[in-house]
């Protein structure tokens, strides 16, 4: 994905098709506001401005802003996370 070096608003949303309403319920479904609560992450708003390829974000913030991106869209979403990260040593042999 790539990003605008423009605002987080135009970033999600390049046309000015959507409200900021709509906007920030996208941010809010993907998690950005508990990311930027729980991880201490620089807080985010519409207005913020964005380097250019999202050099000022984190990985875990650009994830994010992908994935509201895709949901103000309306887009078919298929999610996958890495489900044996958390269950490693349940499954290590100890042979």
């Known amino acids: 994905m790539s990003y605008l070096v423009a605002t987080l608003r135009q970033n999600l949303d390049p046309?000015?098709?959507?409200?900021d309403p709509t906007l920030n319920d996208a941010l809010r479904a993907a998690g950005l506001?508990?990311?930027q609560e729980v991880a201490g992450e620089a807080n985010l708003s519409l207005d913020s401005n964005i380097a250019g390829g999202g050099g000022n974000l984190s990985v875990g913030q650009r994830?994010?802003?992908a994935?509201?991106?895709?949901?103000v869209?309306?887009?078919?979403?298929?999610?996958?996370?890495?489900?044996?990260?958390?269950?490693?040593s349940s499954f290590s042999r100890t042979d």
Do not use: T
């Open 15 to 19: 046309f000015d098709q959507y409200d």
């Open 33 to 35: 506001f508990s990311l």
């Open 63 to 65: 994830q994010i802003i």
């Open 67 to 71: 994935l509201a991106r895709a949901m």
């Open 73 to 88: 869209r309306g887009s078919k979403l298929l999610i996958l996370d890495e489900g044996q990260s958390s269950s490693k």
